[in-house]
């Protein structure tokens, strides 16, 4: 990592924890809808610190090539790479990250953070087509999350993502912390859903900003898919034309 990254990540752990508890971005009926969806067995809450060992920057990193994302009121498409994330040292539920978007011919580097707000774990896991996972976790759940993050000022279209996350995991028989992918032969089956808008730095307009993996959260009329997400031909103009699942 270079010494102006190193630089930028230690003047934002100054500032993180105040802009996180200013975030209005919260989507509670999102949420507990998305939850209904993942499992019809209830979720418990668990103490963060009893998973302040465990990194899930893997499970964020895992699968790049399934993130898909819109932004705005076409819902143009939008691509999310996550570059990096890094654990901090000083607050085990926060990770660094530096990552890039793609909105038609404009492309943005962004730098922020992901803060774990809450675990949890289900009551009865979920151990996939004919129980095929059975015997083989010993944990199971989501991490719900809020996230901000920052486009270069000095550069046009640019602005922040504000917004709330979910992403499941589980833990296998060896306390190794897994990507929840158990289930994915579902319809309805998605991972890493990040909820949330962008705000213009230039015209303070803020927008609907949202991705994931497998589908979008929020998308509406543009997901017309039943088995895996396919857009809605009306949209196409807005670079879902040459979309390949």
Same mark, same amino acid.
């Given at each position: 990592? !270079? ?28 949420? %507990? ?11 418990? %809450? ?11 920057? %893997? ?9 898909? /994302? ?28 530096? /990552? ?8 943005? !580097? ?29 944990? %199971? ?39 929840? !992918? ?13 909820? /949330? ?27 017309? /898919? ?20």
């Amino acid at each position: 990592m !270079n010494k102006k990254i190193i630089i930028t990540i230690a003047v934002y752990t100054l500032f993180i924890n105040d802009i996180l508890s200013q975030s209005n971005c919260k989507k509670e009926d999102w949420l %507990q809808k998305n939850l209904e969806v993942i499992s019809d067995s209830p979720f418990n %809450q668990k103490l963060l610190s009893d998973y302040q060992v465990l990194d899930f920057s %893997q499970i964020m990193l895992s699968n790049p090539d399934t993130y898909i /994302g819109l932004i705005g009121k076409n819902k143009k498409r939008l691509y999310v790479k996550f570059n990096s994330l890094t654990k901090s040292l000083h607050n085990t539920s926060i990770y660094f990250v530096i /990552g890039q978007t793609v909105v038609g011919i404009n492309k943005r !580097n962004f730098y922020g953070s992901l803060e774990i707000k809450r675990i949890l774990s289900l009551e009865e896991y979920n151990f996939g087509i004919d129980d095929w996972m059975k015997g083989k976790i010993i944990d %199971q759940g989501v991490a719900i999350g809020e996230y901000k993050f920052f486009e270069n000022p000095k550069l046009s279209a640019t602005g922040e993502f504000c917004g709330t996350f979910i992403c499941r995991w589980y833990i296998d028989n060896n306390g190794i912390l897994r990507y929840d !992918n158990i289930d994915n032969d579902s319809d309805s089956y998605c991972n890493n859903q990040f909820m /949330g808008t962008w705000t213009s730095y230039k015209t303070k307009k803020t927008i609907q900003c949202c991705w994931g993996q497998y589908r979008i959260p929020g998308s509406g009329d543009l997901d017309i /898919g039943a088995a895996e997400f396919s857009p809605n031909p009306s949209y196409y103009r807005y670079g879902w034309d040459n979309y390949i699942p």
